[in-house]
């Protein structure tokens, strides 16, 4: 039997890799979305721990440490604000690589269906031929037997 080969093969390969690929960007983006609610959960427990340890200070200390917190508190609500922003921006960018790897997935699963049906296809269409070239030696041996056994009579 002939050996089955399917001329979109090398498009099904490219779509595998670019798929591979997708995931790969997915992942680093997914990572990086974890890093920065890791540093804003940190950056916000900081915060807290500082309102905490002044409410836990007597009047006359927590004067002199409160202006110090506000300064140190707006470079943190500033680092916050950012982090936030790119948080949101993440989730954006994830979002759409997520739809990108489910537009790669389902053109990849829908090649390899049209795969499955063209080797399915191909070895009916071999078994067929087989079955084909059977019969005809089939009847060829039986036409020479009968021609055979005419002639020695």
């Not at 950012?82 to 053109?107: D, G, P």
């Not at 063209?118 to 005809?136: H, T, Y």
């Amino acid at each position: 039997m002939k050996k089955f080969a399917w001329r979109l093969q090398r498009v099904l390969d490219v779509r595998i890799r670019q798929e591979q690929a997708k995931k790969a960007e997915l992942l680093a983006v997914t990572e990086k979305l974890t890093q920065r609610r890791s540093e804003l959960l940190t950056q916000r427990r900081i915060l807290a721990e500082l309102i905490e340890e002044l409410h836990a200070e007597d009047a006359a200390r927590r004067l002199s440490r409160q202006a110090l917190f506000l300064r140190a508190s707006q470079t943190n609500n500033a680092l916050i604000r950012r982090l936030e922003t790119e948080i949101e921006q993440l989730a954006v960018e994830k979002q759409l690589k997520i739809a990108e790897v489910v537009k790669l997935r389902r053109f990849r699963e829908g090649l390899e269906k049209l795969r499955e049906e063209a080797r399915i296809e191909f070895v009916g269409e071999q078994e067929r031929l087989e079955q084909k070239e059977m019969d005809e030696r089939t009847t060829m041996r039986f036409a020479r037997e009968i021609l055979g056994g005419r002639a020695s009579p």
